[in-house]
């Protein structure tokens, strides 16, 4: 029987490659939503009419993550990973550098399917170095430093439009991360191949994609990153249009929402060791209806920022938890598992900010942030019912190979 993945590698440079590429992913993700008018603006293009680049986007990570997280497991990773990034770094410097609309929404898909990549490999990556019992543990802190660099997003944008340097520089700066990601992960000493009891094959994922359990996470994931990418791209437009914020302002403070997200991933990495993921599912996600509800009715400027900082922090756990649990239960397939759910997650982060550009035109910013909170009902409900079928969310470890 071959050596675990987990004893085969130095962990180190494996958490320094994976910590670095979630940080870029979230920079890249997050200075889209406070610079979105401004994008749009520069195409002559409506609010309404900024669906085609959540779409382009969200088609490029969904192939990427259904095609690349097989192709991982039964490849290798590194390659995979490699590829990936040098895809993002083309797709955020086309971006940059886009003349119009056309090549932007291309850019965005390129964007697309190297961040999916990069997202799906690295949390099975991740899973793979992880003991059983600290899945939750790696992928809480993995998730932390995405939400690290979706804090430094806006701070770039913010920092951009203030010194009326325009939109573009912020994705070339974004593309230069990208660029030492390329060199991280090809440096990386990974095995070839995660050993399975049997090959990877289209009929095993085809049987994974119908687990009842994979299909809840999934249902979860997409209602989470749903809310939190509506939130994260219309956060900048309610602070502005609903509580007349100047458009640096409302820019920067998007930067509150992705600060509490870190915190909170941070916060959940430390509590797993005293509480069980049921605890944290339903801690977080009762906690994000709440947030999601003062954020909505916020009647002034202090109050919507607090209110923001929290919807972020009861965010956090989600994703890292669902993460953890697909790792737990399906070992032989971490990357097939973590592709479907992001799959999953990525249909749902493409919908709801599409929906929300619509309602922005013909109702108001406001009525965008209502649309999470049936989402976040939504992940209550469903954390309640895992916590029940799952015996607190602690599987027994299978494979579905």
């Known amino acids: 029987m071959s050596e675990p993945v987990s004893t085969q590698v130095e962990r180190g440079p494996v958490r320094i490659a994976a910590y670095w590429g979630f940080i870029v992913l979230g920079a890249g993700n997050t200075i889209l939503g406070p610079a979105l008018l401004s994008v749009l603006g520069s195409y002559h293009i409506a609010p309404s009419g900024a669906g085609p680049l959540f779409v382009a986007n969200t088609v490029g990570y969904t192939l990427a993550v259904l095609v690349g997280g097989p192709a991982s497991d039964h490849f290798g990773k590194k390659a995979i990973l490699v590829a990936g990034a040098a895809l993002y770094l083309l797709g955020l410097a086309c971006f940059a550098g886009s003349p119009v609309w056309a090549t932007a929404i291309l850019a965005a898909g390129v964007i697309g399917l190297g961040g999916g990549v990069i997202d799906s490999g ?12 600290k899945h939750a543990t790696e992928q809480s802190y993995l998730h932390t430093f995405f939400g690290i660099g979706a804090l430094l997003g806006p ?3 913010g920092a951009c439009l203030a010194l009326h340097a325009g939109w573009r520089p912020a994705w070339a700066v974004a593309a230069i991360g990208a660029a030492a990601l390329v060199s991280l992960f090809a440096r990386l000493r990974l095995p070839e191949r995660r050993v399975a009891s049997e090959p990877v094959s289209v009929a095993g994922v085809a049987l994974l994609a119908r687990d009842p359990l994979l299909l809840l996470l999934g249902l979860l994931i997409g209602a989470y990153v749903g809310a939190e990418v509506l939130v994260g791209d219309w956060a900048a437009t309610f602070l502005e249009r609903i509580h007349g914020m100047d458009k640096v302002a409302a820019a920067t403070s998007v930067s509150l929402y992705w600060g ?3 915190v909170g991933r941070l916060l959940s990495g430390v509590l797993t060791r ?3 993921s049921r605890q944290l599912l339903i801690g977080y996600t009762g906690l994000s209806v709440l947030a999601t509800v003062a954020l909505v009715g ?5 109050l919507a920022l607090a209110a923001l900082t929290l919807t972020g922090l009861g965010y956090a756990a ?12 399906f070992p032989a397939m971490t990357g097939s598992a973590a592709g479907l759910l992001i799959a999953a997650a990525s249909v749902m982060g493409a919908v709801f900010p599409w929906i929300g550009g619509v309602l922005v035109q013909y109702a108001d910013s406001r009525a965008a942030m209502v649309l999470a909170l049936p989402a976040t009902l939504v992940q209550l409900v469903i954390a309640l019912v895992l916590a029940q079928a799952r015996g607190g969310m602690s599987p027994t470890v299978r494979s579905a190979a």
């Open 298 to 302: 916020a009647p002034n400027v202090p």
């Open 318 to 329: 989600v994703f890292p938890l669902v993460m953890a649990v697909a790792g737990e239960v």
């Open 260 to 262: 509490g997200l870190a």
């Open 122 to 133: 690295s949390n099975a990556m991740m899973n793979d170095i992880a003991a059983p019992e």
């Open 155 to 157: 701070l770039l944008i």
């Open 274 to 276: 005293w509480c069980t």
